[in-house]
């Protein structure tokens, strides 16, 4: 005989399961009414800007799917996905469980607002953005809430608090772990969420983990042009030196690859380097050899400056030529930057602008040059010595292809080291004195006066002078 309270007791726990599986469903088909027909256009929809992946796993409800695309076959019913934007570290989205429904990080009204000090962006995570939770690059931890909508006031998930592992996620391999809470002032809830199978050691029996794309895509930044100063341009007129900063915003974080592009000034190709990496090993195209230009230590490429990168010219160039450049580079995770083109209003250095924002031009021909001789090579102490600047100079129409100075095409500047006298410093042959023993040093600039820009090129040679103390001593003597 079957006790009549037994049989009640058994029928209110079928009733109440049904109640609950109707309640839960009714729910459920509300809120993907709510958020996948509004206007006959889905609201929530995995794509590639949803960032976040994979499955959760919680004992009480079972598994919590972060992005459709998981499920097999992907996005049969609805479309939905959680996404890290990565400018901001906010999250947004809707994951999804079977037993339970949507679960937002669309809401307003989170339990409190406090992990607000912890989101990096300005304006923070504010609930009238609709916005619960967020990603700190810097401590890599997930602040926050995220809500199942079918539990109401009850549903309030939190990612961080006072237990030891919080939900975080590692930017290597853009893997979640720890725990997440949900539990309401009564002591009742659905207990903790786990995000990785690591967290239990249970990845033998179910390799689960929940993935979040968070590695922050590089730049490139001050793009500078032709770096070729005077002193450089002496030995090659020709030569540009490109530089750019790498910046990546994640700490430690560092350059995998790099892409030079340069045109002439017409927009014709010079070279495409192509995706070089190597940094240690450069090739013809792939130039750059520096190894901390995209890596600096362990504290990254933060800030413009940090990682300056060198990429040298010569034989693509030509004299008096302007050419545009681009730089695009990517990070060790394989995150890109932009293509960045070169744009500054000034090229570097000042003697090298032309004045024109897209491009840098090369030098219209080569710099002087001069082989100064001086004669004798160790006189004594005042003894008169005669120098000759034995100097060069060079023209547009024929930029490679030497004259012999004169007085109308260069001027000659001789500066003498101290005590030393000279009786013309602006002459190719001056005559010096010098009055101090040892080692005196000699420097001739020699000018191209033909050239009319706002600084004549010019280009600077050192003779150094050893001096003895006194003129040698002699004897006469009588011949056998």
Known sequence: MIRRRDFFRKKTWIITAIIFVLSVGLSAAIVFFEFSSKNGAKVS?????????????????GWVSFNCLGENPACSGTNYGVTVDLNTGHFSGYGWSSNVGWISFNETGAPDYGFNASCLSTGSCAGAANCTACYNWNDHKVYGWAKILTMGAGGWIKFNGSWDKGVSIDPATGEFSGWAWNANDGGSGLGWTSFNCANDNSCGASNYKVIGQINRPPRADSLTAPNWSYAEAKDNAKQANLQFSFVDPDSGSYGGKYQIIIKKSDDSLVL?????????????????DNTICMKNGDTGCINAGDCVCQFQLGGELNYAAGYKWSVKVWDNYGSASALTPYSSSSDTPSQADDGAVPTFTTYKHKFPAAAPTCFPEKPSKGEKVKCTANSQRFFSDLPAAAKACDQNTCGWLWTKPSGAGIDDSATSTPTLIFNNVGRNTVILRVTDKTDTGAEPY????????DVNAKLPRWKEVKPE
């Open 45 to 61: 929809q995995a794509s590639a800007d949803d960032k976040v992946s994979g499955w959760a796993w919680n004992s009480n409800i």
């Open 272 to 288: 495409d380097t192509g995706e070089c990496t190597g940094y240690g090993t450069p090739s013809a195209y792939c130039k750059i």
């Open 458 to 465: 010019y280009s600077e040679f050192t003779v150094t002078i």
